[in-house]
């Protein structure tokens, strides 16, 4: 019939999918058609054999008139503007943000000297917008924690002491992302001394950015117990400065040690399963949080224990009592007064 006819035309010339091949966590199609030596021209399109119902082959050419026609083009429109969509997919070794780097090198000179305009959506276009999302909830996360530690501490510069985590703990988030993704350690090590293969920059996905909150968020807890153990030491038992840091960081060391025992073995596994099916969110927040872990844990009980001695070793920050500080008067406005209440006689 005419429908068998074009339906076995268009699976020799356009293929048909029969099958799918996974390798890794990606899912590619088995795709069959005809070599592209056997249908670059109208004389091989016209020898096509067809198959019929009862297994007997026809020509193409003996039930149907092959010659090329002119036809209108599809021509997709959005907000009144003619539009043209080209797909793209990230090859192994490469990411994202790469890949439309160098797409809009050579394309925006070409459509700005056409007088067109181009737009990057997809993957893309809500990475970026992840992206500029969590770098605002990231500021003002770090604005509340820096307020909350001023309350809590009733020092600013015990404060900012407690935020000298975020970086420490950053600086194993970063590692841990430059060991695991893109070429690994020993081949990025390796490229960027000019041996080996060329350089294969890491991935920073928005659930790699998602485990630098958390991880950040850990972090200062471990510097609050220290800080406010230190204070409770000197200003309850009346112990030396120098001997309440050894002895306030002796006696929190378990404590932290447990907090980050307990997060590394909940967070191995997830680690490990990188690059299996269903682990594209969970992965890179457990790899990062793991990397800031290692190191936040074992530099907050070198970094802090020194800052707070050079920081309050000679002029500790005491407040006159009844002179509250602006940040503490202003939360006072919001706190309720205590009822006033008297017994009539």
Do not use: C
């Not at 394309?107 to 809500?126: H, L």
């Amino acid at each position: 019939s005419p429908a068998d006819a074009a339906e076995q035309v268009r699976e020799a010339l356009y293929g048909e999918v029969v099958d799918t091949v996974n390798q890794g966590v990606r899912q590619y199609d088995l795709v069959v058609r005809l070599a592209p030596e056997e249908r670059e021209s109208i004389r091989q399109v016209r020898d096509l054999l067809l198959r019929g119902r009862g297994g007997a082959t026809v020509r193409l050419s003996d039930v149907a008139d092959i010659g090329p026609e002119r036809s209108s083009n599809l021509i997709t429109r959005e907000n009144a503007q003619r539009k043209a969509v080209v797909s793209l997919n990230v090859a192994e070794g490469s990411n994202l943000g790469d890949l439309v780097a160098q797409v809009q090198e050579r394309v925006d000179p070409i459509v700005q000297r056409a007088g067109m305009t181009v737009s990057y959506g997809g993957q893309f276009e809500a990475q970026q917008s992840a992206s500029r999302t969590i770098l605002v909830a990231g500021v003002a996360v770090v604005l509340i924690m820096l307020m909350l530690l001023q309350i809590s501490t009733g020092s600013m510069r015990a404060a900012v002491l407690v935020m000298l985590n975020m970086p420490l703990a950053l600086i194993g988030g970063i590692a841990a992302i430059y060991i695991t993704e893109g070429g690994g350690l020993v081949h990025n090590t390796l490229a960027l001394i000019g041996i080996g293969g060329p350089y294969i920059p890491p991935v920073v996905s928005i659930a790699s950015l998602v485990g630098f909150i958390t991880l950040f968020g850990i972090a200062v807890r471990n510097g609050i117990l220290l800080i406010n153990h230190y204070n409770h030491l000197m200003e309850a038992e009346g112990v030396p400065l120098g001997e309440a840091i050894v002895q306030g960081s002796m006696e929190r060391l378990v404590p932290i040690l447990m907090t980050a025992i307990s997060a590394v073995l909940g967070l191995v596994p997830l680690a490990l399963a990188a690059g299996e099916p269903g682990s594209e969110l969970l992965a890179p927040l457990a790899i990062v949080t793991l990397g800031g872990l290692l190191t936040s844990t074992f530099l907050n009980l070198i970094v802090v224990p020194a800052g707070y001695s050079l920081v309050f070793g000679h002029k500790p920050e005491r407040r006159p009592a009844g002179h509250p500080s602006v940040l503490s008067r202003l939360v006072g406005v919001f706190r309720r007064p205590k009822a006033i209440t008297s017994k009539e006689s």
